[in-house]
T-cell receptor, first 113, second 113 residues
């Protein structure tokens, strides 16, 4: 069974600092890994999707890397802003369990003004 | 372009009752997937529909079922509700399948008393 872990569970940083969020997964047979953002009481917003053949994806201040062999992905958010405060989740689409998504528990980020 | 719409936003039901939740995907999206989010278990995949057919299924009991209509709108039904079914139910749509960016609705908050 695919296990997805996100450490730390919570993170608080001053505005302007770079954010580094970690995601690890137990089985490297994956189609893709997605990073999402969730605001309180809302659904998820897709930030970046990295296909299994890719090493990284970038969008604006966001950069996500993927290392399948070690089962790790890292989301970097440059020059954090208070508006970046949210819960960030990663999800892995794997071959195990017949092609379904497995989510991490998320990292709750607070950016202090 | 309208996003994913889920109705109702909130529901309160009694144990033993059944409930139906609705999801309207983004126009042109043919894949709709459903998720349960609870504080204890996090986000868990329920099932995915494409062209009115269930294509993938998570590890939930048969009380959880769904369907998709020819216009790609989807409904999820939970029968014989249990207290543990209290959760935020999210649906997501994508253009083709789970291996493409997912667009989530804001969810239906179900409370079972």
């Amino acid at each position: 069974k695919q296990e997805v872990t996100q450490i730390p569970a919570a993170l608080s940083v001053p505005e302007g600092e770079n954010l580094v969020l970690n995601c690890s997964f137990t089985d490297s047979a994956i189609y893709n890994l997605q990073w999402f953002r969730q605001d309180p009481g809302k659904g998820l917003t897709s930030l970046l999707l990295i296909q299994s053949s890719q090493r990284e994806q970038t969008s604006g201040r966001l950069n996500a890397s993927l290392d399948k062999s070690s089962g790790r992905s890292t989301l970097y958010i440059a020059a954090s802003q208070p508006g970046d405060s949210a819960t960030y989740l990663c999800a892995v689409l794997g071959f195990i369990n017949d092609y379904k998504l497995s989510f991490g528990a998320g990292t709750t980020v607070t950016v202090r003004a | 372009k309208a996003g994913v719409t889920q109705t109702p936003r909130y529901l309160i039901k009694t144990r033993g009752q059944q409930v139906t939740l609705s999801c309207s995907p983004i126009s042109g999206h043919r894949s709709v997937s459903w998720y349960q989010q609870t504080p204890g278990q996090g986000l868990q995949f329920l099932f995915e529909y494409f062209s009115e057919t269930q294509r993938n299924k998570g590890n939930f009991p048969g009380r959880f079922s769904g369907r998709q209509f020819s216009n790609s709108r989807s409904e999820m039904n939970v029968s014989t509700l249990e207290l543990g079914d209290s959760a935020l139910y999210l649906c997501a749509s994508s253009f083709s399948d789970l291996n493409s960016p997912l667009h989530f609705g804001n969810g239906t908050r179900l409370t079972v008393t």
